[in-house]
C-alpha cells in the first residue's frame, strides 16, 4: 500500500498461510503489524536515499577527474528528492527552528510532500531563502558569538548543495587546510602542527588571526571564486540567495551586505572556498617563491598559524598577507595577530640575550609552548588547555549541578562521568595530563560542595565524597599520543 493512501472498505489484506498448513491444528498467522512494515520502508527509503547521494557524488567525482580545469555546468540536477530526503536526515533534530518555527518533527510529518513541493521550487527557479533567525551565544572569552539559525528548507537545500559541492572541491583544497573537511579533524591540524615544528627548522611562529572573518568576508568576491570552478548558474543563484536573505534580529529585518550568517549549513564549505583562493594558494606560491628557509603552514578555518625559519621570511611573508587580504576585504586583528620567537633554539637564544622564557600561543583550545623532555634536555613541544576554555567549561558545571542539585547522586555522577569523558575525549594529549588532573579535581570539588548544600544537616564524609569520586569520574589519560608515535603504530611499514 503506497504511502498516504486511504484504506477502503472493500480493501482485502492477504492473510499469511498457516505455518504447517497441512495440519489442521495449525491457526493462521497473523501479518507484520503496521508498525513493523513502516520501519522496514522508511529503513528502505533511508537505504535509498542513501545510495542516490552516494551515487551523486560518485558522478561528479568522474567529472572532476574529467575536467580537472574546465568548470562543471551541470550539477542541479543530481539534487533529487532522494538526496533532499538524504540530508535531511541527517539533520540536528532538535534544532532551534528557523523563522518559520518549523521544526523538524513538523516538516517529518508530512516529509514526501514537503520533499516533491521543495525539489519542484528549487528546479523551477521558485525558491526562496528566508532570513535567518540571530542568536547570541557565549564565548569562552566572555564575548558573545552570532549564529544564523536558517529555516528548515534552507537547511535541507543547503545540504544538499554541499553534498555535491564537496567532492568537487575536495580535489582542489590544499595539505594544510583541515577545518570542516571530511576526514579531517582538529587533531589532523594539530598533529600536522606538532610534526612540523619538530621535523623542521622552526625558530619563529606567526598566529595570524582574521578580524570577524564571517561576518567581513565579500559576498562578490565569494560568488566569483566560486565561479572559477562552478558554471552552473542555478547553483551560483543558490548560493546568491543565502547571501542576500538577510538576519531577523529582535523581529527587525537586515540586510546582510557582507559577510555570511556564521552557524548555517553551507558557511564552512564556502568560507574554505574563500580562503582556499585568497590564502591557500597564495600561500602554496609564496613559499615556493619567496621563502628562504624551512617554512610551514597549519590552517583550520580562519585560524592559521606558519612556522618560518628566518626572521626576515617572517617578516616578509607578514606585510605581504595584510596587502593581500585587504585585496578581499579581509584584514588581520592587530592585537591577536603575533610574530613570536618559538622553536627548539628558542629558550638558549632569548637567554643569551637576558630576556625570559618564550612566549607561547594559542591554537583550537590549546597553549603551546616550549618544554623539554622529563629524562633528558631535548626540546619538546608542550600543549595545555587554554586557561580561558577550561574556565568557562567549570563556571557551565558548576552551573548545571546548581540546578540538579536534588536529583539522585547516581544520576548527577553519571551525567559528571559523561562530561569528563567528553573532554578527556578532546584534551587529552601527552604534555596536558596535569591540568586533567585539575579538572577532575575541580569538578569533584564543586560536585562535593553541591551535594553537601542539598540539606543543612547533611551527612556526606569526604571519605564517602571519594568513594563516589572513584566510582563514577574517570581519570585522565593520554588518548591522543604524538603524531609519530600513532603514525608508527597505524602504518608500520
Not at 520502508?41 to 567525482?61: G, K, M, Y
Not at 527552528?97 to 513541493?117: H, I, K
Not at 551565544?137 to 549564529?147: C, E, S
Not at 637567554?351 to 612566549?359: L, T
Request: proline share 4%.
Amino acid at each position: 500500500m503506497m504511502n498516504g493512501a486511504k484504506k477502503s472498505d472493500s480493501l482485502i489484506i492477504p492473510v499469511k498461510p498457516a505455518n504447517k498448513a497441512g495440519h489442521p491444528a495449525a491457526e493462521p498467522v497473523e501479518g507484520s503489524s503496521g508498525t513493523e512494515r513502516n520501519a522496514e520502508l522508511q529503513s528502505t527509503v533511508r537505504t535509498q536515499s542513501r545510495e542516490a547521494v552516494s551515487q551523486a557524488q560518485d558522478r561528479i567525482r568522474g567529472a572532476v577527474t574529467r575536467n580537472k580545469k574546465e568548470k562543471l555546468t551541470a550539477l542541479l540536477h543530481h539534487i533529487t528528492v532522494d538526496v533532499l530526503r538524504r540530508v535531511f536526515f541527517k539533520l540536528k533534530k532538535r534544532a532551534a527552528p528557523g523563522v518559520d518555527g518549523v521544526t523538524w518533527e513538523d516538516y517529518a510529518a508530512d516529509l514526501d510532500r514537503n520533499l516533491t513541493d521543495l525539489h519542484a521550487r528549487v528546479h523551477r527557479g521558485a525558491y526562496r531563502a528566508l532570513p535567518s533567525r540571530r542568536r547570541y551565544i557565549p564565548k569562552a572569552d566572555g564575548k558573545q558569538r552570532p549564529l544564523g539559525i536558517a529555516a528548515i528548507e534552507d537547511k535541507i537545500v543547503q545540504a544538499a548543495v554541499v553534498a555535491l559541492l564537496t567532492p568537487i572541491y575536495e580535489a582542489e583544497f590544499l595539505g594544510f587546510s583541515y577545518g570542516f573537511r571530511p576526514g579531517r579533524s582538529q587533531h589532523d591540524a594539530l598533529d600536522a602542527l606538532a610534526y612540523g615544528i619538530k621535523a623542521r627548522k622552526i625558530n619563529w611562529i606567526l598566529d595570524a588571526d582574521i578580524s570577524r572573518f564571517f561576518d567581513s568576508l565579500s559576498p562578490e568576491w565569494l560568488v566569483r571564486l566560486v565561479e572559477c570552478r562552478i558554471g552552473d548558474q542555478r547553483i551560483i543563484r543558490l548560493i546568491q540567495k543565502w547571501l542576500k536573505a538577510g538576519v531577523l534580529e529582535e523581529g527587525r529585518l537586515i540586510e546582510t551586505m557582507e559577510g555570511t550568517p556564521q552557524g548555517s549549513v553551507a558557511s564552512p564549505l564556502l568560507a574554505n572556498v574563500y580562503l582556499h583562493y585568497v590564502y591557500d594558494l597564495w600561500v602554496q606560491q609564496w613559499r615556493k617563491r619567496h621563502a628562504t628557509g624551512d617554512m610551514i603552514v597549519v590552517r583550520y578555518a580562519d585560524d592559521t598559524i606558519v612556522g618560518f625559519q628566518h626572521r626576515y621570511d617572517a617578516d616578509r611573508f607578514l606585510n605581504d598577507l595584510k596587502d593581500r587580504l585587504a585585496k578581499f576585504a579581509l584584514s588581520l586583528h592587530p592585537e591577536k595577530t603575533r610574530l613570536i620567537e618559538f622553536g627548539r633554539y628558542a629558550a638558549e637564544r632569548r637567554a643569551d640575550r637576558g630576556k625570559g622564557k618564550p612566549e607561547t600561543f594559542d591554537f583550537l583550545g590549546f597553549t603551546h609552548y616550549c618544554s623539554t623532555k622529563k629524562d633528558s634536555a631535548d626540546f619538546q613541544l608542550g600543549r595545555k588547555t587554554q586557561r580561558k576554555r577550561m574556565k568557562a567549561k567549570l563556571r557551565e558545571i558548576k552551573e548545571t549541578l546548581r540546578q540538579h542539585r536534588h536529583k539522585p547522586i547516581d544520576e548527577q555522577g553519571r551525567w559528571l562521568a559523561t562530561v569528563i569523558k567528553g573532554y578527556f575525549a578532546y584534551f587529552a594529549v601527552p604534555t596536558n595530563t596535569y591540568l586533567l588532573s585539575a579538572f577532575r579535581y575541580h569538578i569533584s570539588m564543586k560536585w562535593f560542595q553541591s551535594l553537601r548544600r542539598r540539606s543543612q544537616r547533611h551527612r556526606l564524609t569526604w571519605k564517602r565524597m571519594t568513594q563516589l569520586i572513584d566510582r563514577f569520574l574517570p581519570s585522565p589519560c593520554v588518548l591522543h599520543p604524538w603524531p609519530d608515535q600513532r603514525f608508527g603504530v597505524t602504518y608500520s611499514r
